[in-house]
Nanobody, 119 residues
């Protein structure tokens, strides 16, 4: 069964950077759309950044100018996070819409990676 494999979480101080990455466990899967969400303890999961199937990129207001979503030609999706703040502490989830070439894209979620920012 295909999985979304995430990496790059960790603990940093305020003002530092981290880069999260995710990809399908099967390299033949293509990516139509991608997003990162996060969930802090006691809070609802919220959208951080999305690049939809039309190629439109949307960022949550609280990360604009600091975070960047991208994908390389190896179908690895990144979330570059700069100038991190303590309020960015959360578990971050990668969401990919994709599938085998020629098949209808489905929604897939990763298990989440922890990002902890100390002030």
């Amino acid at each position: 069964q295909v999985q979304v494999v995430e990496s790059g979480g960790g603990s940093v101080n305020s003002g530092q950077s981290l880069r999260l990455s995710c990809k399908f466990s099967e390299s033949v899967f293509t990516i139509a759309g991608m997003a990162w969400h996060r969930q802090a303890p006691g809070k609802r999961r919220e959208l951080v950044a999305v690049k939809n199937v039309r190629g439109e990129i949307i960022y949550a207001e609280f990360v604009k100018g600091r975070f960047t979503i991208s994908k390389d030609n190896q179908n690895v999706v990144f979330l570059q996070m700069n100038n991190l703040k303590s309020e960015d502490t959360a578990k971050y989830y990668c969401n990919l819409q994709g599938g085998r070439p020629g098949m209808t894209p489905y929604d897939y979620w990763g298990q989440g990676v922890q990002v902890t920012v100390s002030s």
